[in-house]
């Protein structure tokens, strides 16, 4: 890192803060305008990964810009990531950056912060064991299994909505022990809603407001969060009503809250509990089926890698499904699963919000900076990565993965805060892969335009048409 104050645009870029700031403060080089100007003359809102990657390439690895009097870092330099989401992870929370995703998920374990956080973590951590996990690999396979049988020879399917009903129905399940039905659709479809509108609610000051006045448009944000919380109090409501303790996450989560005599308590704990079921649910269940849904389309582009793989599964195999204990062999899968979400990670961006003044390298920042980091700029980086935007699983063999320093690869975060379902991720994505590629191979549909949209997860903007052919 360099540590010497000295080329112009750093000059200007320190003494750029107004009034106090730029007596106390050191800023790096970044854009000398309010950022609106710059989204609405040069990029459009929707995106903000275009942002990023212009910052970058401008500016270099750490960059300032303001909105408003909102002070904003730009991080692309793993040390300084390491920085803040470990070493100095006490100064940080995620506040502001997910404030408007608090909207869907209200307080879950993605959203809530202190105590709340620490509370949610530690109720859901044993379903996430590593002894549990083993449990969860029968369910996964015959899913799999169970949503192939329903393809036919040449069939037209949208890749990421297969997907999405595959891990819906897998995190279901899984963790909450419950079979969805057809809601598994509305479900589906009210969450598509809202994610369709989620870079506006980002966008738009005071949507909380908005919201609530019922300005047209946004009618649909709050018809379709009606249909999640629906689906997600009934499953509640069921599994209460139920009886049975099969000791899973639900089972945790109603522990925890259950103790409450008082209705006015109960109802509040009820809340609690949809926002925690729905942050497990949402973080389950979008995040795998888009990594999937990228790797088949992958796959699809890359013949070559789609044959090393499938002759793993051959040896692997034979003939079998996949188990748990098959997954130490499935090396060059899980390689393949690990570059596409090289390429195309599911969480592209993350960000933090500083409680105190603190400093990076020779940077200085005040209390309320709000610092954001992009693993879909920082893993395409080429000082990183040779050829980065080639999809090149090798890189992911033991001795490869030695060449990337740590954070300039992190799918699922780091630091205290990094994804609790990250091991789940990785058996639920391998045995997927294994188990549909065995039978099935998919074609890219004529005419199928191929867009990452950055929402809350990073989507194909105009889905994934393919064609199913038997093997
Ligand atoms: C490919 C799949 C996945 C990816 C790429 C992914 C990515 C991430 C990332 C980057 C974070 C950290 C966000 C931050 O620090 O701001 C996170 C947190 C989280 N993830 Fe995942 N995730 C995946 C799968 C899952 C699964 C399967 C579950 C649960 C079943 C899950 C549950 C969570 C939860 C609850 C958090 C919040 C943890 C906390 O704040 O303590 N994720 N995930």
Not at 454 to 466: E, F, H, N, S, V
């Amino acid at each position: 890192m360099n540590s010497s104050v000295t080329t112009e645009h750093e000059k200007k870029a320190i003494l750029r803060g107004s009034g106090a700031d730029a007596r106390t403060f050191r800023f790096p080089p970044g854009l000398k305008y309010n950022l609106p100007f710059y989204v609405f003359t040069k990029f459009r809102p929707a995106d903000p990964i275009g942002l990023f990657q212009y910052l970058t390439q401008r500016y270099g690895d750490i960059v300032h810009y303001k909105i408003g009097r909102q002070h904003i870092l730009f991080l692309n330099d793993p040390a300084y990531m390491r920085e803040v989401l470990v070493v100095q992870n006490d100064n940080f929370t995620k506040e502001r950056t997910v404030r408007r995703t608090k909207l869907l998920l209200g307080e879950g374990m993605i959203t809530a912060e202190g105590t709340s956080h620490r509370t949610q973590r530690q109720v859901a951590q044993p379903a996430f064991h590593r002894q549990r996990i083993p449990q969860y690999a029968q369910t996964i396979v015959d899913e799999s299994l169970r949503l192939q049988d329903s393809w036919r020879e040449g069939q037209p399917v949208d890749v990421g909505r297969e997907m999405v009903h595959l891990t819906l129905r897998i995190v279901a399940q899984t963790l909450f022990n419950i079979q969805l039905g057809p809601e598994v659709q509305d479900l589906a479809n009210a969450i598509n809603r809202i994610m369709g509108l989620y870079n506006y609610l980002v966008t738009l000051p005071a949507v909380e407001t908005l919201i609530r006045l019922r300005v047209p448009g946004l009618a649909r944000f709050t018809k379709a969060k009606r249909t999640v919380d629906a689906i997600v109090y009934h499953m509640i409501e069921e599994h209460r009503l139920s009886g049975t303790k099969s000791g899973d996450l639900l089972d945790m989560m109603l522990e925890s809250t259950e103790n409450q005599e008082d209705p006015c308590e109960r109802s509040r704990a009820t809340d609690a509990l949809r926002d925690q079921v729905i942050t497990i649910f949402l973080a389950g269940y979008e995040t795998v089926a888009n990594a999937l849904t990228w790797t088949w389309y992958l796959l699809a582009q890359h013949p070559e890698i789609e044959r090393k793989m499938l002759q793993e599964i051959g040896t692997v195999l034979g003939t079998h499904h996949p188990t748990w204990d098959d997954l130490p062999r499935l090396r060059y899968t899980e390689m393949v699963f690990a570059e596409s979400m090289r390429l195309y990670p599911p969480a592209w961006a993350m960000g933090r919000q500083a409680q105190n003044d603190f400093v990076l390298g020779p940077y200085r920042f005040p209390a309320g900076t709000t610092v954001l980091m992009s693993q879909f700029v920082t893993h395409r980086d080429a000082r990183r990565f040779a050829e980065p935007t080639r999809f090149n699983p090798e890189r992911f063999a033991p001795s490869g993965r030695l060449t990337f320093p740590k954070f300039s690869y992190f799918p699922f975060g780091a630091g205290f805060r990094q994804c609790i379902g990250e091991s789940f991720a990785w058996m639920e994505g391998v045995l997927v892969l294994a188990t549909i590629a065995q039978k099935w191979k998919f074609k890219i549909a004529p005419g199928q335009r191929v867009q990452p949209q950055a929402l809350i997860t990073l989507r194909p903007k105009y889905g994934m048409r393919m064609t199913v052919e038997k093997r």
